[in-house]
């Protein structure tokens, strides 16, 4: 009977160890390349991260049809973190240690991210995050293909003090990282160009806030001082449907307080009536209104995929189906999909955009991006009233946070290093990544 | 005969649960450590973490199932306890990183550097000594549970209205931790550690530890769990739980017990919280969320409540499934999930431990019926 | 000879229509209408205002189809204006187009800078129209976007005006112009601050600030004076409308929690999916407008109407159905109910998620909630005024039914001495699915009201099942009139404390507060008495 248990202690132990084990498929590893799929389907992040695995789906197929690449097919491996921190860290080490993807395509929120880092730090794995963020990270492991702070943001205010001739700003947020910091480099920025600090109005609200009238009254009556003003929305998610509606409804048109959003998309505009909401605006680096051969093509694959020519596209998924292209074109150049290889010659690599012209990954690991400025119209697409004339470089270390300033990243031989003091000239990360 | 039985089993079980685990997992660390990569029995690092963020858990609801099943308070907030504790875990390792962070600033974690904070905030002292640290893991969550305990069963507040506060308590404390003001780390909370105790995280034999380290940690809480439910104060406890104007009537100080469990609870939780977070990297006010508290009470309903081993088995049963699913059928999982509280409240009231003894009467039954003693192996105890 | 040309069509085309303006006109209007064929803002801009000088009555068509978007031009810069239903009319003379619609046709860009411009055209187009209400709003739009270049055909306008409204608002429009020029005299500036600082509006002190920041010695010190009158009853107003807020905001929990306090209060059970069903009201009614939109979009003012009783039947259908398979098992036991419940809330989240996709669906305010009215110095939105009367419905409506019909004589039969009702006769376990579907209906017709200001999106339940416990528990369990009141206490609670604390600090300081108060009074604000209150 006692030897019967210790059996059982040792068998039950074996037993997990074992369902541990056979979370890998059998050794199929070689006819196909896995690409790891990390977004949320369920919970609170659904909403926004569904329509980004479906687009992975789509372009892996479309891969597949092409040929594949380096002559084996591409095998997407579709996980679920359910908007569950700690999940996504768990998720991508079984995406890169059990399954052995070969890239992983993923994230939306910082945190995810952040949760995630150390884990493809460690895997030495290849993530690609497609979500405009709050910039002050570089890792050797991470591209990012959404916008840093200056491709969205910065040029933003410009066009607003220039165009509109704004001269009091409103930055609302809702109280997380990412509106946080966006909302000091514009602090510093506005205050550089000469905005009295009286002028400027910051105002936090939490996640999910859905009574906003108190605070579209405060932005009436900040707005009522007698000077052009104009409300920078950092609001994020769920929260935004009620920003507007409570915004259409208390009279807040365009022509007198323009709304300019930075996470407010075709997508969360499909959720609403824009007909009160025509002309505020938003900034990204892709519009579904473009009018260049690629966007139409890229709608078209789409609408077909998904099956319902109702569906958006957006910013993200653009970022997505640059990321993808390039991670595409850098294992073609390397011949292989070892990481260290392709992370190699993924910089300097540059592919189609969907806004007309070519986007390049940078030494930062940043891409280079066209900012657009976008109207909201009554259809609830975004038109696209102003356009950087170039592409605008994406900068991790903004130079307008105090910290940040004299830090570079740069992920060339010999330098290799995501925070590079020029002033001291050493490398921040050094002894942590020795 | 089957009483006998049944008391045969229940204290082997004793000291079964904490053989099993032990063992286990030394099994599974030194096939993880001594093994090659390639051998067909190594163990990769992905388990040793996953396993380790069970046997957390499963402490998490060993704590849960002494307040509930034990004295029949269900708390909705105990993730708030568990994430107490590893907030204060994670603010050691936030201070263990020193001038590694992308700024290098020695004092400041890079969240506040970027944020412009000027100084360490008050309550961060003392944080980069783990001994303090340590301290903190068990007062933080202990202080609150005891305060909170103090006013709730002062008041007599009971039942589903207990619930109910436990909830809002874990949901204010959820919304006070996304705060950036609050000098936390607002939403994106605590990550990218380096080391604990000089030992780095990122090596395999670190992670073995830990994984070793919350082993030891749930088998010494079970055994002294045991003892203590075994002892005259656990037998109070029950008695708390069964009839409580009765058991005051007789002159027990029902507050009293009712407090030093939670308040020892919370601890057990805070304690599963501080071992979590080395394990997963990363602690954020998520932990908080009221929904992740009541997760934790259907690991106690699935596994049975009342019981000691319950817990963990429940603990390890659901989160293995979650792993399995979300891997493999990510858009069925919630349906898993939601359809298994209803099946587990409606037709397993006493979980998956309780399956054995009603096993066990039901072939009694049969034998009795078909009238003969049990023979050494028989078939119908296959089935 | 092209010239010329175009002048004979024209005159025909005048002749035909009746009308006596002369060919010069025409030509202005012409040349203004080339200048909308451009990709530059800056050109449609001045094509707007080029446009709106010479008064031609076409302008106002032409300026509302460039404000909807509607105005579309070819590359020979012919211009035209696009119905509703996609057929064509040739902007100068309005005259529907003939045969297939030209190649090349694109919209006319138009950003916000090309919307003011045509707001103040379409004022000063509308200025000397016969219909009071267009007068009226012209005189709003001069008001809003004071152009001093306009200040004399204001003045005309106000000397030819009767109606004594439009005459004050555009007494108003002319003393901001006047305030807005450089080389108006102070005497003028110091009697157009008087008329501003009588209006007494936000607006009003957006002038005034800008006069006071920029005027000479006498006319800033006059602003600042009233300014000073313009703040302080501004200030009682905004205690008025933080009180507002916080019944409008009150309205919202007391709609989220009646339901619950039906099912939790009345019956005891914690129903953790009470918010699903409130998400089950909302998806009711975003199906009901898809199928107005598609088949009878006339009927889209009356959707909430029709979705209302549909949200109460698809709520209280599955509720009734989760009571008969699955609560019934658990009564007497609320903990394990509370488990149960909570797993059919996940489970209906992802069914739904399943069938309608996980992102936000739009829910449209029918025109009857669109929009706001002024009070005095308050901004009163109609969706959220008329939840606040919604609000008040629902709740009597209830209370009507437990007070005056039979079903409600058994449900409160039953909840107060379930073994003595069961032997009068009445059939307790069919009032037990009756009373859990009429609260599951409830929290479906909610669902109805918060699709008008909340998204819709399968976590809508989430975010209100905390605080709907809140309030059933404060108010007192079992008692509708300490929900109303809780509701509204918290509501009010939360509004007053924002302005001071901001939305996140106030949220959290309202919870403690009711942590603390429901561990000193567990029983909430009006606890139930008698038998009926059990250990």
């Known amino acids: 009977m006692v030897s019967s248990t210790k059996f059982k202690a040792l068998s039950g132990a074996l037993m997990l160890t074992a369902a541990g084990m056979a979370l890998a498929p059998a050794a199929s590893a070689e006819d196909t390349i896995k690409v790891g799929i990390l977004h949320s389907l369920s919970g609170t992040m659904a909403i926004s991260e569904t329509t980004l695995k479906d687009v992975m789906l789509m372009l892996i197929d479309e891969q597949n049809k092409k040929g594949g690449l380096l002559g084996k097919k591409l095998e997407a491996v579709v996980v679920d973190p359910a908007s569950d921190w700690p999940l996504f860290a768990e998720k991508a080490k079984q995406l890169l240690e059990v399954d052995k993807v070969a890239a992983v395509f993923g994230c939306w929120t910082s945190v995810s991210r952040k949760s995630v880092l150390p884990v493809f730090e460690q895997d030495n794995g290849i993530l690609f995050y497609p979500v405009q963020y709050e910039g002050e990270e570089s890792s050797k492991n991470v591209f990012y293909t959404g916008a840093a702070p200056n491709q969205q943001a910065i040029p933003a205010v410009d066009y607003l003090m220039k165009e509109e001739g704004v001269e009091r700003w409103v930055l609302e947020g809702t109280d997380y990282v990412y509106p946080r910091t966006t909302n000091k480099i514009l602090e510093a920025y506005l205050k550089a160009k000469g905005v009295k600090p009286d002028d400027i109005m910051v105002n936090y609200t ?137 992370a190699d010659a993924m910089i300097g690599v540059s592919v189609p955009n969907l806004s007309g012209g070519y986007s390049a990954m940078l030494p930062n690991h940043h891409i280079t991006k066209p900012v657009l400025i976008g109207e909201i119209q009554a259809d609830g697409q975004l038109n696209t009233v102003w356009q950087t004339s170039g592409l605008v470089p994406g900068d991790e270390w903004s130079d307008y946070l105090e910290e940040s300033k004299d830090l570079i990243s740069d992920w060339r031989k010999p330098l290799s290093c995501g925070n590079f003091n020029v002033k001291t000239g050493k490398c921040g990360g050094e002894v942590a990544t020795q | ?80 306890f568990f994430a107490l504790g590893g907030y204060a875990m994670g603010m050691y390792l936030m201070r263990q990183i020193g001038t590694r962070g992308v700024y290098g ?42 305060v909170f305990g103090f006013l709730a069963f002062r008041s007599r507040v009971t039942g589903v209205y207990l619930s109910i506060i436990t909830q809002a308590l874990t949901y204010a404390l959820l919304l006070a931790f996304f705060r950036n003001d609050m000098g936390f780390g607002g939403n994106n909370g605590l990550t990218d550690f380096k080391e604990i105790l000089g030992a780095d995280l990122q090596l395999a034999g670190t992670k073995a530890c830990l994984l070793l380290a919350s082993a030891a940690l749930l088998s010494g809480f079970y055994l002294f769990c045991r003892r203590m439910t075994r002892s005259r104060f656990g037998k109070v406890l029950v008695a708390v739980r069964d009839a409580e104007s009765r058991a005051r009537f007789l002159g027990y100080r029902v507050e009293s017990y009712k ?79 939601g359809g298994l509280f209803v099946f587990v409240t409606l037709f397993m009231p006493k979980g998956v431990v309780g399956l054995w003894p009603s096993l066990m009467a039901r072939l009694a039954q049969m034998r009795e019926r078909l009238g003969y003693q049990q023979p050494q192996h028989q078939p119908e105890a296959e089935e | 000879m092209k010239r010329l ?5 024209l005159l025909v085309c005048m002749v035909i229509q009746g009308h006596l303006s002369q060919p010069a006109v025409a030509d202005a209007v012409d040349d203004s209408l080339a200048g909308f064929a451009s990709t530059s803002y800056a050109d449609i801009e001045k094509a707007v205002a080029a446009l709106a000088a010479t008064g031609d009555p076409a302008a106002t068509a ?96 106000l000397a030819k005006e009767t109606d004594p409204r439009i005459k004050t608002e555009l007494e108003q429009a002319r003393a901001a112009m006047i305030l807005a020029k450089a080389d108006a005299s102070d005497n003028d500036k110091v009697a157009a601050i008087a008329i501003l600082a009588a209006r007494g509006d936000q607006d009003a002190k957006s002038f005034l600030n800008a006069a006071a920041n920029q005027g000479s010695g006498r006319v800033a010190e006059a602003a600042n004076a009233a300014l000073a009158k313009i703040d302080r009853t501004l200030a009682m107003w905004s205690a008025a409308q933080s009180f507002y807020y916080g019944l409008s905001l009150g309205s919202v929990l007391l709609l989220a929690a009646i339901g619950l306090a039906i099912t939790f209060g009345v019956m005891g059970v914690i129903n953790m ?153 009445i059939r307790t376990a069919w009032v037990d699915t009756l009373t859990f579907g009429l609260g599951s209906g409830v929290a479906g017709i909610a669902g109805v009201a918060l699709s008008q200001i909340d998204n819709v999106s399968p976590n809508l339940g989430q975010s209100y099942i905390i605080d709907s416990f809140m309030v059933v528990v404060f108010g007192g369990v079992g008692n509708l009139w300490g929900t109303l009141v809780g509701a509204l206490a918290l509501g009010v609670a939360n509004k007053v404390l924002e302005p001071v604390a901001g939305a996140v600090l106030g949220k959290i300081v309202v919870l403690v507060l009711l942590v603390l108060f429901i561990q000193r009074k567990p029983r909430g604000l009006f606890p139930q008495k008698g038998r009926a209150v059990e250990s």
């Open chain 1, 206 to 342: 939490p996640f999910g806030f859905s009574d906003w009238q108190t605070e579209v009254s405060k932005i009436k009556e900040f707005g009522g001082a007698g000077k052009k003003t104009a409300v920078v929305s950092t609001v994020n998610g769920d929260a935004n449907v009620p920003f507007y509606k409570e915004l259409g409804n208390q009279g807040v048109k365009a022509t007198d307080i323009p709304v300019v959003a930075f996470s407010v998309g075709e997508e969360e505009l499909a959720g609403l009536d824009t007909k009160p909401l025509v002309g505020h605006l938003a900034a990204w680096n892709y519009f579904m209104s473009g009018e260049t051969p690629e966007n139409k093509a890229f709608i078209d694959k789409w609408h077909a995929f998904i099956k319902s020519d109702k569906r958006t596209t957006n910013d993200p998924m653009e970022a997505h189906y640059i990321g993808f292209n390039m991670w595409v074109k850098a294992v073609e150049m390397a011949g292989t999909t070892d990481t260290d290889a392709v």
């Open chain 2, 1 to 80: 005969m089957i009483a006998e039985k049944l008391g045969l089993f229940r204290s082997r079980l004793g000291w079964i649960v904490p053989l099993i685990i032990m063992g286990g997992t030394l099994l599974v660390a030194a096939l993880n450590l001594l093994l090659p990569p390639d051998a067909a029995l190594h163990v990769p690092g992905y388990v040793i973490a996953l396993l380790g963020k069970y046997l957390c858990y499963a402490l998490l609801a060993l704590s849960l199932d002494l307040v509930w099943g034990y004295v029949g308070i269900l708390s909705l907030g105990h993730g708030a």
């Open chain 2, 259 to 337: 407090l030093v469990v939670f308040t020892f609870s919370a601890v057990m939780a805070g304690l599963a919280g501080a071992l979590y977070v080395p394990q997963v990297g990363i602690i954020n006010p998520g932990e908080f969320d009221p929904a992740n508290s009541i997760e934790a009470v259907v690991w106690v309903a699935v596994g049975g409540r009342g019981t000691l081993v319950g817990p963990i088995i429940g603990a390890i049963l659901v989160n293995f499934g979650k792993t399995i699913f979300t891997g493999v059928l990510p858009e069925l999982w919630l349906f898993a999930l």
């Open chain 3, 273 to 425: 999916a009470h918010g699903e069903m409130v998400m089950l009201g909302a998806y009711t009614t975003f199906v009901v407008q898809e199928a107005i939109r598609n088949h009878a979009p006339f009927l889209f003012d009356y959707s909430l109407l029709i979705a209302t009783p549909l949200a109460f039947l698809v709520a209280g259908g599955v509720g009734m159905a989760i009571e008969r398979t699955v609560i019934r098992y658990l009564y007497g036991r609320p903990l394990e109910t509370l488990l149960a419940t909570f797993g059919l809330s996940l489970f209906l989240q992802q069914a739904v998620r399943s069938i309608f996709g996980p992102t936000n669906l739009e829910v449209g305010n029918p025109s009857w909630m669109s929009g706001a009215f002024d009070l005095g110095g308050l901004t009163l939105t109609y969706n959220r005024m008329w939840i606040i009367v919604f609000a008040f419905v629902v709740f009597t409506v209830l209370m009507l039914v437990l007070r005056r019909t039979s079903l409600g004589l058994q449900m409160r039969a039953v909840t107060q001495n379930r073994r003595m009702a069961a032997a009068m006769g």
């Open chain 3, 62 to 157: 032409i300026l509302a189809a460039l404000a909807d978007g509607r105005l579309a031009y070819t590359a020979d810069k012919a211009v035209f204006i696009k119905n509703e239903d996609g057929t064509l009319l040739t902007a100068r003379t309005g005259e529907p187009l003939a045969g297939e619609a030209p190649f090349g046709l694109k919209p006319v860009k138009v950003n916000n800078k090309v919307r003011r411009a045509v707001d103040a055209a379409m004022g000063q187009l509308t200025l000397s129209s016969t219909d009071p209400a267009q007068r009226l709003a012209s005189a709003e739009a001069a008001f809003h976007a004071p152009d001093p270049a306009q200040l004399a055909p204001i003045e005309a306008a």
């Open chain 2, 105 to 146: 600033n020695p004092v400041l974690p890079d969240f506040m550097v970027f944020l412009n904070w000027q100084e360490l905030p008050w309550y961060w002292y003392g944080f980069d000594h783990f001994a303090v640290a340590l301290l903190m893991m068990a007062l933080a969550p202990g202080l609150l549970a005891f």
């Open chain 3, 5 to 9: 040309v175009r002048a004979i069509a």
